[in-house]
């Protein structure tokens, strides 16, 4: 693992938002490097469920972070209600790629260090380089515009197809750069969007969010705690939108449409709105910047049906 220190975002809000106390039992949906992890158990939990779908996280942990309190679960975390028994009090998940993940070149994920083009948080499967060199480029041009954001995805799309086969992250990296105009001093590198593209893509990073709100929902008891931490657009909409649906806080209807009343009972109450890392943080921890808190506390209503 890399010797880069990890730095847990919005910890401290993290850990009052869960509202832990003496013997609670928390699910770490992304353990990560057990940032969170670490604080709950310090701030008196019983007991701490931590998931991982990086098997190098898993094996780290179990020397970082020894202690009798703490479970480890190689999978990901939308299985939680599939692999631990009962119910808990708290539920954390911390999204996207983590610090270990990014600072380790030979995992693939920065565009600012060159490693093979890889980008698999359970190493295994599809790497990138595979999506990349035989992805027709209509769909390299619809994921890195629909994951990434990147409203020059057409032009990434064609640079890439041409200057295939690549094989490292700096040759991608290169590629969208000299595409789209890069210099230094730049406040974003260029590269940003379609790495994200890429990597969202090839994890199913949002599908497996939506399913691991629907399972966080299935296992938190009656008052139990929701924390989610997002870093981009993407993931927080889906976050806001789930809390918002389960809530009850649907968009009102109008006088032409009457907003109607039937449908489940809510699963969340308490909603906060999306708190943000202050001025200190930011300096600490510039990737904290675009990162969002936002929890809930669940009701006694049953959980939602699965969809069909």
Known sequence: MSGAPHIPVLLDEVVRELRVSDGSRIVDGTFGAGGYSRAILEAGAGEVIGFDRDPDAIEAARERLPDNRLTLIE??????????????????LDLGVSSM???????GFSFREDGPLDMRMEQSGQTAA?????????????IIKKYGEEPRARRVAAAIAKARPLSRTGELADVVRNTLGHHKGMKTDPATRTFQGIRIHLNAELEELEKGLSAAERV???????????????????????????????????RHMPERQDGPA?????VTKAIGPGEEEI??????????????????????????
């Open 220 to 254: 938190l008891k009656p008052g139990g705690r929701l924390a989610v931490v997002s870093f981009h657009s993407l993931e927080d909409r889906i976050v806001k939108n789930f809390l918002r649906d389960r809530s009850g806080n649907r968009p009102q209807g109008s």
């Open 130 to 142: 595979d999506f990349v060199n035989n992805a027709d480029e209509g769909e390299l041009a619809r």
């Open 283 to 308: 300096l600490r921890n510039p990737r904290s910047r675009s990162s969002k808190l936002r929890a809930a506390t669940r009701t006694s209503a049953p959980a939602w049906e699965k969809a069909a």
């Open 266 to 270: 809510p699963t969340f109450e308490d």
């Open 101 to 107: 993940q990014l600072d380790q070149a030979e995992r």
């Open 75 to 92: 999978a990901t975390f939308s299985q939680m209600d599939q692999r631990i028994d009962g119910t808990v009090d708290g539920v954390v």
